[in-house]
């Protein structure tokens, strides 16, 4: 079946360590999107992508960075430098024009 | 820039009390208003997609109707499985063809025995 896999589910980070968040799709979408989760704020956006090599940043990029080396894989890479990183992350992708998202299952990432 | 409001922020029903979640938005022109159902700690999954002012779509309890200003989201005779957050989101006519999804807050709909 087609569909979207994030990994891993839950990731702990340090103080000062960079983490990477994996994504994947079997769809065929062009795009794909990494969204921010915090209780009663609604999805933020953090990166998008619309074809391979090349990304966007979306409204809240500070201290994230992203690649899209392969049509199938956008990684996301949470940096020492995103000061409150511990949230809900989720992975999204999209054929374009009218059609709305498929969504992953997420990655919660906690800092210790 | 688009905006979503959504409310109420939560909204308790007794097993088979119907009620109406709402969606207001304000964007430059809209290509699609998307419904999405979020159980705790999964991804959302798609529930509609409403694209044009008097339209309406329906899937089992659940029916969801467009203005030009705002989406409702009616629940007839709910049921404890409908528990849930359900979150609305616009996509804007103007830009690319991908274009980015403003989601609103999103509503918790608890429903009880």
């Known amino acids: 079946d087609g569909g979207i896999t994030q990994s891993p589910k839950y990731l702990f980070r340090k103080e000062g360590q960079n983490v990477t968040l994996s994504c994947e799709q079997n769809?065929?979408?062009?795009?794909m999107y990494w969204y921010r989760q915090d209780p009663g704020q609604g999805l933020r956006l953090i990166y998008y992508?619309?074809?391979?090599?090349?990304?966007q940043k979306g409204d809240i990029a500070e201290g994230y960075s992203v690649s899209r080396e392969k049509k199938e894989s956008f990684p996301l890479t949470v940096t020492s430098a995103q000061k409150n990183p511990t949230a809900f992350y989720l992975c999204?992708?999209?054929?374009?024009?009218?059609?709305?998202?498929?969504f992953g299952s997420g990655t919660r990432l906690t800092v210790v | 820039e688009d905006q979503v409001t959504q409310s109420p922020e939560a909204l308790r029903l007794q097993e088979g009390e119907s009620s109406s979640l709402n969606c207001s938005y304000t964007v430059s022109g809209l290509r699609g208003l998307f419904w999405y159902r979020q159980d705790p700690g999964k991804g959302p999954e798609f529930l509609f997609t409403?694209?044009?002012a008097g339209e309406e779509k329906e899937k089992e309890r659940l029916k969801a109707t467009l203005t030009k200003k705002e989406s409702f989201l009616h629940i007839t005779a709910p049921k404890p499985e409908d528990s849930a957050t359900y979150l609305c989101a616009v996509l804007d006519a103007g830009g690319t063809s991908y274009g980015k999804l403003t989601f609103g807050q999103g509503t918790i709909l608890t429903v009880h025995p």
């Open positions: 999204a992708s999209s054929m374009g024009g009218h059609d709305g998202y498929t």
């Open positions: 992508s619309q074809i391979v090599n090349d990304f």
């Open positions: 769809l065929n979408h062009d795009a």
């Open positions: 409403l694209y044009s």
